[in-house]
């Protein structure tokens, strides 16, 4: 039992260790180099390790930067099995913007953002992706005449009454 977990805990640090050259590669924009180290430790931690998806979701976006549309399949894979990293998720919205999925893209940054709300990267995302508020009635379009005026009277009145804070 013993020698069991040892050779776990083993695999769990040398996956952790691949994954942390991944992330100086990836920062580095040596996609091709850190797809590999994301490889090996996606390859090396045991299918119960907690951070599987995680190492999955850092493969395919390197993926995807370094030119293999496959990775956003592997990172479609991870977001589908994961409730509690909400970086796999940043890392699903990252893959389907460099695809130009905007639409998957900003479903992945709510989804990743019910997770954890506080996430910087998603936050970050949010932003710079210019989020569209909700139409006023959402059972019309968003193009439709009415739905227009109510969106710029509601958003006047928004913008006036943060002014006067």
């Known amino acids: 039992m013993a020698i069991s977990s040892s050779i776990s805990k083993t695999r769990e640090r040398r996956a952790r260790d691949e994954y942390q050259l ?18 090996q430790a996606e390859h090396k931690c045991s299918r119960d390790d907690v951070h599987l998806q995680c190492y999955k979701a850092w493969h395919g976006v390197s993926l995807v930067y370094s030119g293999d549309v496959s990775g956003l ?22 893959a389907e913007l460099k695809l130009r999925h905007r639409k998957r893209a900003c ?13 910087r990267g998603l936050l970050k995302l949010h932003k710079n992706m ?19 005026w109510l969106g710029k009277v509601t958003y006047r009145r928004a913008k006036n009454a943060v002014a006067r804070r």
């Open 107 to 119: 479903g992945a940054v709510k989804r990743g953002l019910m997770i954890d709300p506080k996430h």
């Open 130 to 148: 210019g989020a569209r508020r909700q139409p006023c009635l959402v059972f019309l379009d968003r193009n439709n005449p009415l739905n227009k």
């Open 73 to 94: 399949n592997l990172c479609r894979h991870a977001a589908a099995n994961e409730n509690i990293d909400a970086t796999v998720f940043q890392n699903l919205a990252l």
């Open 22 to 39: 991944g992330i100086a590669f990836f920062h580095k924009k040596q996609w091709r180099t850190a797809t590999r180290h994301f490889s």
